[in-house]
């Protein structure tokens, strides 16, 4: 009986404070759909830290990895917890390609989006040793080469493999793509001299830039980057020339942001947005942004999902012209 | 010896009374982790992780790696007590520690374990040491035939050192991978075999299939068998620590020989798990005593779990120099040195000099604490086994099925579990090895992708398994291997027989 009216009273409690927003009660889980220590889970974990830093919720936050079929396993864990306000998950470019490329039954429309925190640039690497100074060097390279020059990159049919297709087109050549497990795996084959170039983030390759092993060509983008501290050899992020402006015309960058579970409330939705608009603002939040060498681009609500939809539209073509829909 | 006067700065910070203490919680921290099937090092480190983020980065890798060492101590005594491997690597300690314990030796087996364990470390943190730059070096001549030729090392090493019927061996080698194979194809993108089941999109987990076919096959044997209780007589005293050290040295040869296997699968990222394999595999051919494997010899205790631990040592070392886990443990520690604004790779041992000496030194003393933890906890372990095993049993079960569930939060793995605990019996039954479709399931997807590489790199040409010296070495070893049984067996068999018509002679 004595419960009964704890919880009568508690619901009395409740619904007097309607002025109150919504606040988590129990512990948020950052599922991150990629494995520990990849660029994703990078992320999360740094969220995680500012969060706790400086307070942004009283519960506790969790970072799950759930990695398997490329990250589709991570996808329908929001997929099926609809309706709950505990969850979030990490996203990236993958949230309309692993269905693309897969066929399974998820779409991002069923989600609830949060937040972009950043747009993450893809940069051509060479092995530092390797004679290639300029992007025509290896273009020209590519054309004469027989077996055909290795071009390493994450996953098949995802980013990498897009960007590589792209190249093979713009610049009429033929590269031979090999997917790895990681954009880790990736730089250390390319230290190793096993291919002869990556298309890896600014992070995945910054440690073997430092070390001397590798060297980038150029950003896959039409605008040069702004970090302007030296990374190596007194050059920074900004020194790296656009491909475009080398001749080579492909550009491609990929979205990182925050999803919640489909079918929240307004009021749930409201709260994690005003918690990773204040991440975004966060000084660590900053220099992570710079360590990674990833692009500012806060986007929350109405633009957010107008960026979406077209970033989709985009990768519709993308995909379908290089045949890597699933049929 | 710029280095050495590192090291002993590194003593220094690792032995302040707060590190010292972050050192023993993480220890026994690790050893709860390691012994329930399916939290596992990996899981257990990724769950602190965050704690640490407010502390110093020096304080909190100590704090981490030793829940590591002590996961890594852990996951031994499940699979000596009852069968059931906590982690991948300790597989192969099941082989001869699980008959070791139902002969009443559970003591020894452990004290056996655990010393082995630290002595492999201790190569893997010597070899860290003194070696380090030379070795991250030659990790990077690793590309994918280089690979794809460390997997088949392992794959013919244990088809030609095995002592089973080959052709079960070879048959359970390839349900192996045909399990290995479900889920997604990584070189493709495509999924496989899950005939559109989302469950089975995730592939089948390692530790499932572990569990089930080691621990509930062997409930399910022992029920049959009647509820005898196994471990009755085993003797409980600190002194059997003391005599199992005394027969220690007699081995020598097959400590050195595992060390040397595990530190060379640490480094090259073949893991821990294929160095515990090839560790067993190796003894059990070369030692004199290797007819009685499998049925609780200390000796195939002490090679895999050595193996397993220079291994895993030794795995840090990719992790630190190139930025490149060498285990799954290893990347959630990586993790964790990007969030404390450390970058992995060669600049870490120029920039960060105190947190990797800090580092180094830690292990020496983290695995040394680790040591005198789970050493004062053997006959702790070992009583376990006094208890009847009908009061046992269930709760293992029980373990097993929170285990298999916390994986990946699905009801679905404790059916897989249970499934492939019904296998493991039939495989029994029958006589089939199950260690090599473990060994499959493990590794047969990194075979298969680095194959795929090598070829998609070679445009189809076979030669690049030829192609240098590091490659065609490794692959005329594994050949070597697989053939070394058959023929040390035909050779005898032609002996025998040669005796067999002389003795037939003399008879007439």
């Known amino acids: 009986m004595k419960q009964h009216w704890l919880a009568a009273c508690a619901a009395l409690v409740a619904g007097a404070g309607p002025a109150l927003a919504w606040e988590p009660t129990k512990a948020i889980e950052i599922v991150v759909p990629f494995a520990a220590g990849g660029a994703s889970d990078q992320m999360a974990r740094t969220m995680q830290g500012i969060i706790q830093k400086h ?47 897969t066929k399974l039954p998820l779409n991002w429309t069923d989600y609830t989006p949060v937040a ?37 990159g994450t996953s098949s049919k995802r980013e990498d493999n897009l960007i590589v297709f792209a190249m093979e087109k713009v ?18 084959q390319l230290a190793g001299n096993h291919i002869e170039a990556s298309t890896n983030n600014p992070a995945e390759d910054v440690a073997n830039w430092r070390g001397g092993a590798t060297r980038p060509l150029c950003v896959f983008s039409d605008q040069q980057m702004t970090y302007k501290e030296p990374v190596a050899d007194g050059k920074s992020w900004a020194d790296i020339p656009t491909c475009p402006s080398q001749g080579l015309n492909v550009t491609y960058q990929m979205l990182r942001g925050m999803f919640m579970p489909g079918k929240v409330t307004k009021d ?18 900053k220099e992570y942004l710079a360590r990674s060498a990833l692009v500012p681009d806060y986007r929350d609500g109405e633009a957010f999902v107008a960026f979406l939809k077209e970033d989709e539209a985009k990768h519709e073509k993308l995909m379908s012209e290089a045949g890597f829909m699933a049929k | 010896m710029d280095d050495f006067a590192s090291l002993i700065t ?27 099937p399916g939290l596992g090092g990996p899981n257990g480190v990724a769950i602190l992780l965050p704690l640490t983020f407010g502390m110093d980065p020096t304080s909190a890798i100590i704090l981490l790696s030793s829940i590591y060492w002590g996961a890594l101590f852990g996951g031994a005594i499940t699979s000596i007590l009852f069968n059931i491997p906590g982690e991948a690597w300790s597989v192969a300690t099941t082989f001869d520690g699980y008959p070791m314990a139902v002969q009443g030796k559970a003591a020894e087996a452990l004290t056996a374990a655990f ?19 030379l070795v991250a070096e030659f990790a990077l001549r690793f590309g994918p035939a280089e690979f794809f030729a460390v997997f088949l090392l392992t794959f013919c090493s244990f088809i030609g050192m095995g ?76 002194m059997v620590v003391l005599r199992t050290w005394a027969g220690l040295p007699r081995y020598w040869l097959t400590l050195a020989r595992s060390c040397l296997v595990g530190m060379w699968m640490g480094v090259t990222p073949g893991g821990a798990i294929a160095a515990s394999f090839m560790g067993y595999g190796l003894a059990k051919r070369f030692s004199k005593r290797g007819k009685n494997f499998g049925k609780g010899e200390i000796e195939g205790v002490l090679a895999p779990e050595t193996a397993a631990h220079a291994a895993g040592t030794s795995a840090l070392l990719p992790m630190l120099a190139l930025g490149i886990p060498g285990s799954a443990t290893a990347a959630v520690l990586l993790g964790g040195l990007l969030v404390w604004g450390l970058q992995p790779g060669p600049m870490l041992f120029v920039e960060q000099k105190d947190f990797v000496w800090g580092l180094i030194a830690s292990m020496y003393l983290g695995n040394l604490a680790g040591l005198i933890i789970v050493l004062a906890t053997v006959p702790l372990f070992a009583a376990i086994m006094r208890i009847p095993f009908s009061y046992v049993a269930p709760v293992i079960l029980i373990v097993c099925a929170i285990g298999a569930y916390t ?36 590794l047969g997807d990194r075979a298969e992708d680095a194959f795929r590489q090598a070829l998609l790199g070679s445009a189809g040409s076979l030669n690049v398994f030829y192609a240098n010296g590091l490659v065609t070495t490794l692959v005329v070893l594994a050949l070597m291997l697989l053939c070394w049984g058959p023929v040390s067996d035909l050779i005898g068999a032609v002996r025998n027989r040669g005796r067999a018509s002389k003795a037939a002679e003399a008879a007439e």
Not at chain 2, 120 to 133: R, S
């Open chain 1, 171 to 188: 610049g009429g050549v033929k590269l031979a793509f090999i997917p790895h497990n990681s954009g880790g795996q990736t730089t250390t």
């Open chain 1, 116 to 152: 972009m925190m950043a747009q993450d640039s893809f940069v051509l690497w060479v092995n530092a040793k390797s004679p290639y100074q300029k992007v025509s060097d290896f273009m020209e390279a590519a054309k004469k080469a027989a077996p055909p020059l290795k071009v390493g």
């Open chain 1, 268 to 285: 749930q939705q409201a709260f994690y947005v005003d918690m990773f608009k204040k991440i975004s603002q966060t000084p660590e939040w």
């Open chain 1, 55 to 101: 307070n942004l919720t009283s519960q506790p936050i969790i970072v799950v990895n759930k990695p398997a079929a490329g990250g589709a396993e991570g996808m329908l864990d929001i997929q099926k917890s609809s309706g709950d306000p505990h969850k979030l998950i990490t996203t990236s470019s993958g949230v309309f390609m692993t269905p693309m490329a």
């Open chain 2, 115 to 133: 010393t082995a364990s630290f002595i492999g470390a201790l190569a893997g943190v010597v070899l860290i040491t003194f070696v380090a730059p």
């Open chain 2, 407 to 442: 994986i990946s939060n699905s009801i679905f793995d404790i059916w897989l579990m249970l499934i492939f605990g019904v296998v493991g019996y039939v495989f029994k039954k029958l006589d089939f090895p199950l260690a090599p479709l473990v060994l499959a399931l493990v």
């Open chain 2, 10 to 36: 590194g003593f220094q910070v690792a032995l302040s009374w707060q590190n010292v203490g972050f050192m023993a919680i993480g220890v026994v921290l690790g050893i709860i982790v390691g012994v329930l």
């Open chain 2, 163 to 238: 002592r089973e019927n080959r052709a079960k061996i070879l048959a359970s080698l390839c349900i192996g991978f045909l399990l290995a194979a479900v889920g997604l194809d990584s070189i493709s993108g495509d999924l496989r075999m899950t005939f559109g089941s989302t469950e089975l999109m995730r592939g089948f987990d390692f530790l499932i299939v572990v569990i089930g076919l080691f621990g509930v096959s062997e409930i399910l044997l022992t029920v049959e068998e009647g509820l005898v209780f196994k471990g009755k007589q085993a003797r409980i005293d600190l």
